[in-house]
């Protein structure tokens, strides 16, 4: 599969990096390879022949953000068969999108749908554009609460699954919503990225769902109504923590665990409030959340886990250059183990749950004592992702 880049803006990708031929922006490099080519009853096909710049560039994002492979064949988006509802809904909303900006009246873009080779004209079905935007990112907002709600009991909720997705497309496509400030709206669409990633995963993901959705379910409580948190104790008898560089979804993590452990506690502003007698407790859920890193406050949990990290890739390597050495092997399932966890802060997610599910591989494959030939490529594989990391 060929790597390729993206313009935003313009709306087109191509196989090399640098600037957009149009606008002069820096190309973007995609998290993912080329769709290839395939049978042509395992494809469908978009005509995008009359779409806008902004248009193609908002889809080639979205694609990219919901990890759908495609390609392009001209101007024509050929997606795999089974992509084919997703992408369907994309379409629709960006069709809506555009027809609600001219007023309703015409200029809305060619889709035409094409299945194989045949590129058979239809017009793909949008919701109604006469709803109001702001009103259709609120629904979409009440939609993925409630069903991160649902995920955060049942992990294995399809229904709630596909509602996820289906709200998502309005959230990444919209710049902001009524009373959510910057930093809080790009938490959102970071943990329903996560969220999504995980709820594809081929291998079952029950409490890195529940994580995530539980997370996802406190950042949007203040925007679809509910109780916040409890008031602190009495100030006397108070804990004051600046955290003021902690993310978004960080302080809605912690809020979960506090809630799960039943202390009380509130935010004002930057800083938490916690009774003084729950101290030692607050202090030891801050290690899972995993605290930023700062010149005098990390423990020794945050040095080791990035130690383990550089200690896999190391490992890895020798592996691939010698994959029936068991001590060398031994060595590999040992810091996968302990380096398994949340992506550390400032890492891509998707790109570390590819890692961490290349890991798995390779010390199943090692215990259960597969060919040397076939650890070595899963050996060479995880060391190549984790170049780019360490």
């Known amino acids: ?46 005509r995008l022949g009359d779409w806008e710049d902004w248009e193609r560039g908002r889809l080639i994002g979205a694609l990219n953000d919901l990890e759908i492979l495609h ?8 997606v795999a068969a089974e992509d084919e509802a997703r992408v369907d809904d994309l379409v629709g909303d960006i069709v809506s999108t555009a027809t609600a900006s001219e007023g309703g009246e015409g200029g809305s873009p060619g889709t035409g749908r094409a299945a194989g080779s045949d590129h058979a004209s239809t017009t793909t079905g949008s919701p109604d554009a006469s709803d109001e935007p702001g009103e259709e990112v609120a629904s979409s907002i ?9 995920l955060r009991d049942d992990p294995t909720d399809m229904q709630a699954d596909a509602d996820v997705a289906e709200a998502s497309t309005a959230v990444f496509f ?39 959705a539980s997370v996802l379910a406190k950042l949007l409580l203040p925007f679809v109504g509910g109780g916040g948190p409890e008031a602190g104790a009495d100030e006397s008898e108070q804990t004051v923590y600046e955290l003021p560089e902690w993310l978004p979804e960080q302080r809605a993590q912690l809020g979960v665990l506090l809630e799960a452990a039943g202390i009380v506690y509130e935010w004002e502003h930057d800083d938490l409030v916690v009774p003084s007698d729950r101290e030692q407790e607050v202090e030891e859920l801050f290690s899972k959340v995993g605290r930023p890193l700062d010149d005098e406050g990390d423990d020794d949990g945050g040095e080791a886990r990035y130690r383990a990290i550089a200690e896999l890739f190391a490992a890895s390597g020798r592996l691939a250059s010698d994959p029936g050495d068991e ?40 215990e259960g004592g597969l060919h040397a030939d076939l650890i070595g490529e899963e050996a060479s594989a995880l060391h190549g992702l984790l170049r780019t990391v360490v």
């Open 71 to 78: 390609r392009f064949e001209d101007d024509d988006l050929v």
């Open 142 to 150: 009440r939609l993925l609460a409630d069903a991160a709600r649902r």
């Open 1 to 46: 599969m060929s790597k390729i880049w993206y313009c935003p803006s313009c709306g087109y990708e191509v196989e090399s990096r640098g600037r957009c031929h149009s606008c002069g922006g820096k190309l973007v490099a995609s998290r993912l390879a080329q769709l290839e080519t395939g049978e042509e009853d395992d494809e469908v096909g978009y």
């Open 174 to 212: 919209s710049d902001g919503f009524a009373g959510a400030d910057e930093e809080t709206w790009a938490a959102v669409g970071r943990v329903t990225r996560r969220l999504l990633s995980f709820l594809g995963a081929e291998e079952a993901m029950e409490d890195s769902i529940r994580s995530e």
């Open 327 to 366: 001590q060398r092997a031994a060595a590999v399932v040992t810091w996968a183990h302990e380096a398994e966890g949340p992506p550390p802060l400032g890492m891509d997610e998707v790109h570390w749950l590819r890692i961490m599910s290349r890991a798995k591989a390779l010390s199943q494959a090692i």
